[in-house]
């Protein structure tokens, strides 16, 4: 299999099916509908649509229907508003993600945060019209529906967001690392990979396994991240030191370079463990999580 090959035709469905879903610019508050398509038309690698799209196939999901496509889009706004406010001057305070100006530059910071508010509600738009879509399968967005209001909410996203605002510049043990780690970084991922084994109708016990998979690739994405800050080179785009300029203890810092290494290996082989305990075709889906941790920028 050409991985990359691969890779890029499902970035690019993904991609189609978010720009489907993008709000048209009209109308007097037109300027955050603009503001809000500018930030997710930034890009990136759309690994949360794809995680969903890939989980929802391997479970055998109908490729016919509407709703894990609506889910799809409604991940990216998530993911989106959740950037947006990362940038904004009372967080990181970023002017640039991905090469292009950060919306808080371009629209400014009132509209920016009108921006990830937009997205966030959007998002919840998209997910339960799918319920007008009767398509049979109400039980299993219902569910779909908890798993996304959850795990971007104070027990996912948000309340790791928290802890990591609260203690920067701390000593952060361990397990306040792994605290952060599990609900910043994991929980979309999580959300993608659930929500898609739920609108194809896997069983709870399914569900579990994926969440446990999601979860061990989110943190040891998150420790790689870690040690590219110290070991990466500039040549990929990486500001090399910035965790150590800004005083952040991080689980590399904190075990040290040779065990950060070591846990991420573990944390892989584990979740790819996990997946191949499934019967079904998984074979793209394991090389991406193979890749994820493995990248070098």
Do not use: W
Request: proline letters at 2%; one cysteine or more.
């Amino acid at each position: 299999m050409d991985f990359k090959m691969e890779f890029e035709k499902r970035k690019n469905v993904a991609e189609e099916i978010i720009k489907s879903y993008l709000p048209k610019e009209e109308g007097l508050q037109k300027t955050v509908l603009s503001a809000m398509n500018y930030s997710v038309n930034v890009g990136g690698k759309r690994l949360r649509p794809i995680f969903m799209l890939e989980t929802y196939k391997m479970f055998r999901g109908n490729p016919n229907l509407r709703t894990y496509k609506a889910f799809m889009a409604a991940q990216e706004c998530i993911h989106t508003y959740s950037l947006i406010h990362d940038d904004l001057p009372a967080m990181d305070n970023d002017e640039f993600r991905r090469g292009q100006k950060t919306t808080h530059v371009v629209y400014g910071e009132a509209m920016a945060i009108l921006a990830g508010d937009a997205l966030l509600n959007y998002a919840f738009e998209l997910a339960s019209s799918t319920c007008d879509y009767n398509e049979g399968n109400d039980k299993e967005i219902l569910e779909a529906l908890k798993i996304l209001s959850k795990k971007a909410g104070i027990y996912g996203m948000v309340g790791g967001q928290v802890v990591d605002v609260e203690t920067e510049g701390k000593d952060n043990d361990l397990e306040t690392l792994d605290f952060i780690y599990r609900l910043k970084t994991s929980a979309l991922l999580e959300s993608s990979m659930m929500i898609g084994a739920t609108l194809a109708g896997a069983s709870s016990e399914d569900i579990s396994k994926i969440e446990q998979i999601a979860r061990k690739i989110g943190i040891a994405f998150q420790i790689q991240d870690d040690i590219l800050d110290i070991e990466g080179t500039e040549e990929f785009g990486k500001p090399i030191g910035s965790d150590e300029k800004n005083g952040k203890v991080t689980m590399a810092s904190k075990l040290g370079i040779d065990s950060a290494k070591k846990e991420v290996e573990s944390l892989t082989n584990e979740a790819i463990e996990i997946l191949d305990s499934f019967k079904e075709d998984h074979e793209f889906l394991k090389e991406l999580l193979k890749v994820l941790v493995n990248r070098k920028k």
